[in-house]
Every structure is written in structure tokens, then in C-alpha cells.
């Protein structure tokens, strides 16, 4: 009985392999092959892999955006409401929506931090400069992606930012009303079918372009890092879950635009997205608005551009690269200084609008330059004092100790068991949850179970032999 069995799961066995071995064959005839996947036995920084986590949210976005279209009216009269539908009506609409929104906050997040570690790192040196040019752009082009996505509710705040991007447009010099008109069209109807199209196909299909010229050809796939990134998005959309905001009315339509209408509605100030607040707080100088927020972004971003035809040293570590470091360090000063002033209101009640919003040029722009300034002075005082301190103990060091496992096999298996079980606990309450009604919970719960499982994942694979 047991020899029959045995041949019987040889065969099996041989079956699988055999069909494995077919299917690698002829996968080898196409593009899929041209990528290796790497999946680590032990923990490794996920700092290298970055990009691609990056791109797990663009997935995740995929998924759940296509979820969101069927249900969504690419209208007028229809936009808001059928997003207040998805919301309260749709079955486990609120979940996707927030899993949508916070995934497209990740993505962005991701990106920038991406892009920062290889900069730091010195990565885009190793004849990587087609990678670095194509990642820039596909950062850019994300940006733009979240833009007409929160876009197309058209509450307060949609239509804020869309005043904004008009603004932009006609401000650039000879082309700005053809790009209007070519971008929003001759209206409202015109501008949420537009932004539509080009939100759900025609930016994602540049995206999947750029992204095929952009990856290397060793691909990392952590599954714990990647289950903690989808964790901590569900997480974050149980704490922080994004409300509809005020719907946008018009009190009358002619030729497509909205004659009279309030935008601030029932809401005092209206903020863009976190990524765009730097671009409002120069906008909120009021400086000619091609300068604020055409001229001084696209500097920004082709900085960083011919930074692999400027950096031409075989230095790649950020200690060996004083100026370039402390040009990195600043850069990030800009940014945190330029987003915190977006954020400020001064909301006394004795100011009008138009004075709560206006930020004083000097103080930013001198608040930039005070950055700047002690980013390089920290940054090669920090350098000289870091070599003059391994120039002195380099002598007194000796071999690296070797990591010691601080847990055996069999508590890494109790803790396995008791991880287990509070994952059946969470699954429990996330169900129950979803019977009576509580999507934030629900999210809570599952991006609690997922974290779970990241841990759970990575102490199985500490616990295994190499």
C-alpha cells in the first residue's frame, strides 16, 4: 500500500514539474522572463527595493480602481454623488475607497523615498542614468495621476484644485490657453471626462511604459515588507478614513462653467493634497503665478534629472559626496519647510481670506535659504568629524561580531502559535465587525491581520536554516 502510494506521489510530482518546466519554456519566448524575482531568505532592508514597493501600489490602485468605475458617474450632476453612493451604499465601498486613497498616498510617499535612497546611495552611477531619468518622470507622472483622481469627486476642494491647474495653464506663456482648452476643455462636463480618461487609461498606460524601461532586471519580492506596506495602508484608512468633503454645487450653468457658486462652500479654507501644499505655498506668495508654479517646480525636478551627468565621480557612498549629500539634505529642507507654510492658516477671525492665505515671500524664501545654508554647513561638519573619527579608530577595530540568534527554534515556534491565534481573534472581530456596520474597524482589524502576518512570515523564515 505504501510503495503504491509512493509512486502515485512520484508521479504527481513528476507531472507538476513536467508542466512547470513547460510553462517556463515557453514564458522564456516572451517578456515576462526578462525580470528575475528574488525572494529572500532573511530579512534584507527594504530600502533597495523600494521601487518596488512603489509599484505594489500601483496594483493595488489598479485593483481597487477598477472596483471604484463601476460605480462611478463621470458626470456633472453624477460625480459626487455616485462616490457618496460607493461610500455609504455599495457593499464594502467605503473600504476599497479608502484602500484606493491611502494606497495613492503611499505610492507618492514611496516614490519620493525611492527616489531619495539611490540618490543618497550613489546607485544611479552604475550606468543606471536611462533609470534614473525614467524614474524622475514616472514620479512626476504619479503625482499628476493622484491629482485628477481626487479630482474627479468634484467636492470643494477638487474644484480648488482645478482653478489652480486653470490658473497654472494660462499663465504659461504663448501655449497657456491652448493647453486649458486641450486639457480642461470648455468646461466642467468637458474637465471631469477629460480628467477621467486620462486618471483611469491614458496616464496608467505611460506609467506601464516608463515602468518597463524603468526596472532593473533583479526584482526583489519580500513578502513581509510587501504584506506590511498593504497592512499599514488598511491601518492607516481604519485611524484616518477620508471623508467625502463638501459637494460642489453650482446655482447656475452656462456653457459648461459655473456662474455663481461658493467653493469654499460651508468650509472655511480648503487644502490641497499633502504633496501639493509646497506648490500652494508658493502660489499663496502671490508671485506671478508662472514663476510660483510652473517655473520653480520644473526647476526642482530637472535638478534632480542631470544630477547622473553632474555627479560624474566613481564615489557612490553619501559620505564621499559632501556636496551632493548636503544638495539632498537641503532639497528635503525645501520640501518640509515649503509643506508645513501649504498647512498654514492664520484663521483670525479679523482677516479676510485673502490675508489668512498670503504668505510673506521673505519669510519663506528666507526660511529656505536659512535651510539650505545649515544643510551644508551640518552636512561637511558632520562628514569631517565622522573621518577624523574613523581615521582614529579604524586602527582599534577589529572583525565584526557575528549576529547571534537571541531566540531558538522552539520559542520562535511558541511565539508562531500565540501569533496564531490572535490572528484568528482579529479575523473573528474584523467578520463581526462587518455585520454590524463598521468598515473603520473592519480595516482596523484586517490591516492588523496583515501586519500579523508580515511578522509571522519573517520569524518563520528567521526560524528555518539557510
Not at 68 to 91: C, D, K, R
Not at 440 to 457: K, R, S, T
Request: with cysteine.
Amino acid at each position: 500500500m505504501s510503495t503504491q502510494t509512493t509512486t502515485e506521489e512520484k508521479k504527481q510530482v513528476n507531472l507538476v514539474r513536467k508542466f512547470w518546466d513547460w510553462l517556463i519554456d515557453r514564458l522564456d519566448r516572451t517578456g515576462w522572463l526578462a525580470y528575475k524575482f528574488t525572494i529572500p531568505k532573511r530579512f534584507v532592508s527594504p530600502l533597495p527595493f523600494l521601487g518596488f514597493l512603489t509599484f505594489i501600489c500601483f496594483l493595488i490602485l489598479g485593483v481597487t480602481g477598477a472596483l471604484l468605475m463601476l460605480f462611478y458617474t463621470p458626470s456633472l450632476t453624477g460625480a459626487w454623488q455616485s462616490v457618496e453612493t460607493i461610500n455609504n451604499v455599495i457593499p464594502y465601498g467605503e473600504i476599497v475607497r479608502n484602500i484606493h486613497y491611502d494606497a495613492s498616498n503611499a505610492m507618492v510617499f514611496l516614490a519620493l523615498a525611492h527616489m531619495y535612497y539611490n540618490y543618497f546611495s550613489g546607485r544611479f552611477k552604475i550606468r543606471n542614468e536611462i533609470i534614473w531619468v525614467t524614474g524622475i518622470i514616472f514620479g512626476t507622472i504619479t503625482v499628476l495621476e493622484a491629482f485628477t483622481g481626487y479630482d474627479i469627486i468634484l467636492n470643494t476642494r477638487a474644484v480648488l484644485a482645478v482653478s489652480i491647474g486653470v490658473s497654472l495653464n494660462y499663465s504659461a506663456p504663448v501655449i497657456g490657453p491652448q493647453l486649458v482648452h486641450t486639457i480642461f476643455g470648455s468646461g466642467f462636463p468637458d474637465f471631469i471626462l477629460r480628467f477621467y480618461a486620462l486618471h483611469i487609461f491614458i496616464i496608467p498606460v505611460i506609467m506601464i511604459v516608463l515602468a518597463l524601461l524603468h526596472f532593473p532586471r533583479i526584482l526583489t519580492f519580500d513578502i513581509p515588507i510587501i504584506s506590511a506596506v498593504f497592512g499599514a495602508i488598511l491601518l492607516v484608512g481604519g485611524l484616518y478614513p477620508i471623508s467625502l468633503g463638501s459637494p460642489y454645487y453650482c446655482s447656475s450653468v452656462i456653457a459648461g462653467y459655473c456662474q455663481t457658486a461658493n467653493t469654499y462652500s460651508s468650509v472655511s479654507f480648503t487644502l490641497p493634497e499633502w504633496y501639493l501644499t509646497s506648490l500652494y505655498a508658493f502660489l499663496r506668495t502671490f508671485m506671478p503665478k508662472f514663476i510660483a508654479g510652473i517655473l520653480l517646480p520644473t526647476l526642482f525636478i530637472l535638478m534632480f534629472m542631470v544630477i547622473p551627468f553632474v555627479d560624474k565621480s566613481k564615489k557612490f557612498s553619501w559620505k564621499d559626496r559632501p556636496f551632493f549629500t548636503a544638495l539632498g539634505i537641503a532639497s528635503i529642507g525645501q520640501i518640509i519647510i515649503t509643506t508645513y507654510w501649504g498647512f498654514f492658516i492664520d484663521e483670525s477671525p479679523s482677516l479676510t481670506k485673502t490675508q489668512a492665505l498670503f504668505i510673506d515671500p521673505v519669510q519663506i524664501f528666507g526660511a529656505m535659504i536659512l535651510v539650505a545654508a545649515l544643510s551644508y554647513v551640518g552636512t561637511y561638519a558632520y562628514l569631517r568629524r565622522l573621518a577624523a573619527k574613523g581615521a582614529g579608530g579604524k586602527a582599534a577595530r577589529g572583525r565584526r561580531p557575528q549576529a547571534v540568534n537571541f531566540l531558538t527554534s522552539k520559542w520562535v515556534f511558541a511565539i508562531l502559535a500565540v501569533m496564531l491565534g490572535f490572528q484568528i481573534f482579529l479575523n473573528f472581530n474584523a467578520a463581526l465587525a462587518a455585520i454590524r456596520g463598521f468598515p473603520n474597524l473592519v480595516m482596523f482589524d484586517l490591516g492588523a491581520v496583515v501586519m500579523l502576518f508580515a511578522i509571522m512570515f519573517h520569524l518563520y523564515r528567521y526560524s528555518r536554516p539557510l
